[in-house]
């Protein structure tokens, strides 16, 4: 899918055919900039701008938490699991 | 037309198709058969697909890796508790593909250190061709290799009504202790559901460098890869299911010791169509975890992360994806490391490191300051919140069994 007709076909949606005339594509969307891009464009730009940080609500905040919370017991549990897997008692 | 659509979809099921998820659905086929399972399989693919279709929506409308979103939206402390799951994950896994390919070629007197050392130049031809497209046609060439394990199940002679009956019904019930189901049923759900697919196919999709109209083909890629990675966990089950109906204990088997195992009863063709099988698994997943890892190396170092970059641009890249495969195909020679203690766990882990994944996921497919109109509908939603509850559910499930041993009959 690299950039190619299909790029043209997108780009050119600035272009109004009628009148001829051109329509400044909304270069203030990041998502409209990034496909009228080359892939390595894309690379460069990315590396200068940045999806800001989301806000974080506490409902968020306490799903993140628990999800790690979760995973930590769970892997020592696995590691109980292992160790019993691997000593079988008699 | 076919070969031009497909792409990081049918690579990501594929190469999920490793190692030790084709140990995990041979070890499924040997111990009960035709049954519960065909169908179970299934399920878990469909949660894959309904995972993966998100990270190319994810990919093709932010054009950033699943790392690097999290970074960028979460900031570094989640993103490095993410990335740590990720790394122990995929280190994990990459050492168990090694063990797979070890077994695969031992199944035909290839010593240990050839072997191993044919992996690792298998994957590195892959990464010096300089472009992702040329690196995503080798590997999908390799890929399509997995079908191996249909004329291993077809030299099985599988009963084709019961396999049907199976798939209608889902019975017969897997019998036997709790435990052992439980944890059947864990490594089959993490032989097709694991972190490191959502990381891989959405740096991938990003490399590829798909756009927002490419949505429908890479939807299109990600079925197709599911549908072919289920027939070929499927024909894997049923190429073993002469161990059940003989009553051979497989309890305690490796890759090659399957393969050597069905020989009496599919033949010597069929037992090596499916160490050759296992061979290709452990190469085309040693390839695709290694370049997830170099990936998310790369998103987050904020270096540069393209299979399209040269070496000296993007070394760091390309030193991550190169040091993780040594480092674990180098483990795998060390006499008496604890192999077995890593094959027991991968898949476990990776269904237990999944539920904090779907989280992040889902939280950023939801996002409307960066996906905008391709936000997760209604039944997205519905589909990701069940995948993501039903793995909770049997990680919980892993957890009591753990603590109360006795619980299910373990």
Redesign the interface.
């Known amino acids: 899918m690299k950039s190619g007709s299909g790029d043209f076909v997108e780009a050119s949606q600035g272009v109004d055919p009628v009148a001829g005339a051109t329509v400044k594509p909304d270069l203030e969307d990041p998502r409209v900039v990034l496909s009228l891009l080359e892939t390595d464009q894309v690379v460069a730009a990315k590396q200068k701008t940045r999806f800001g940080r989301k806000e974080l609500s506490l409902g968020v905040r306490v799903l993140l938490w628990g999800m790690r919370i979760y995973v930590v017991v769970m892997l020592v549990l696995v590691v109980i699991s292992v160790f019993r897997a691997l000593h079988p008692m008699h | 037309m076919l070969w031009l659509l497909v792409?990081p979809g049918v690579l990501v099921f594929l190469g999920e198709n490793d190692a030790p998820s084709m140990l995990s659905y041979s070890a499924t086929g040997a111990r009960f058969g035709v049954g519960f399972f065909i169908p179970f399989v299934v399920l878990t693919f469909l949660m894959g697909l309904v995972v993966q279709e998100m990270t190319v929506r994810l990919g093709a409308?932010?054009?950033?890796g699943h790392a690097?979103?999290i970074f960028?939206?979460?900031?570094r402390f989640?993103g490095f508790?993410s990335m740590g799951?990720l790394v122990l994950g995929n280190f994990l896994t990459l050492i168990t593909e090694f063990i797979g390919i070890r077994a695969g070629l031992g199944f035909f007197g290839v010593r240990p250190v050839i072997a191993v050392g044919v992996g690792l130049v298998v994957v590195m031809a892959a990464i010096t061709t300089g472009r992702y497209?040329t690196w995503e046609r080798i590997t999908l060439g390799l890929a399509i290799f997995n079908g191996l394990f249909i004329p291993a199940a077809i030299l099985a002679h599988p009963d084709w009504s019961a396999v049907g009956h199976a798939m209608l019904t889902w019975t017969p019930l897997p019998k036997g202790s709790g435990s052992e189901i439980l944890l059947l049923i864990l490594a089959d759900i993490g032989a097709t559901v694991t972190p490191w697919m959502i990381f891989f196919q959405q740096s991938a999709v990003?490399?590829?460098?798909?756009?927002?109209?490419?949505i429908n083909?890479g939807r299109f890629d990600t079925l197709l890869g599911s549908v072919l990675a289920a027939v070929f966990a499927i024909a894997a089950i049923l190429a073993t299911v002469p161990l059940f109906h003989h009553g051979i204990d497989a309890s305690q088997f490796q890759a090659a010791q399957f393969a050597e195992a069905i020989d009496p009863w599919i033949g010597h063709t069929g037992a090596a169509l499916f160490a050759l099988g296992i061979f290709e698994a452990g190469i085309v997943a040693a390839i695709a975890i290694s370049t997830s890892s170099a990936y998310a190396f790369g998103e987050v170092m904020?270096t540069?992360h393209?299979l399209?970059?040269p070496v000296r641009d993007a070394w760091p890249f390309y030193s991550t994806l190169l040091g993780s495969a040594c480092a674990a195909a180098g483990l795998v020679l060390i006499p008496r490391a604890?192999l077995?203690?890593v094959v027991?766990?991968v898949n476990?882990?990776a269904v237990?490191?999944m539920?904090?994944a779907l989280?992040f996921l889902m939280?950023l497919v939801n996002?409307r300051?960066?996906m905008?109109e391709y936000v997760n509908g209604f039944w997205g939603n519905a589909a990701g919140i069940t995948v993501t509850v039903l793995l909770?559910c049997v990680?919980i499930g892993?957890?009591l069994a753990?603590?109360f041993?006795r619980l299910l009959g373990g």
Request: charge should be negative.
């Open positions: 792409g409308v932010t054009h950033r690097e979103l960028d939206r979460f900031g989640w508790f799951d497209w990003v490399d590829k460098g798909m756009q927002p109209r490419d083909a904020q540069g393209s399209n970059r604890p077995e203690f027991l766990t476990v882990i237990l490191a539920p904090p989280a939280l996002d300051d960066i905008g909770i990680g892993f957890g753990t603590v041993p």
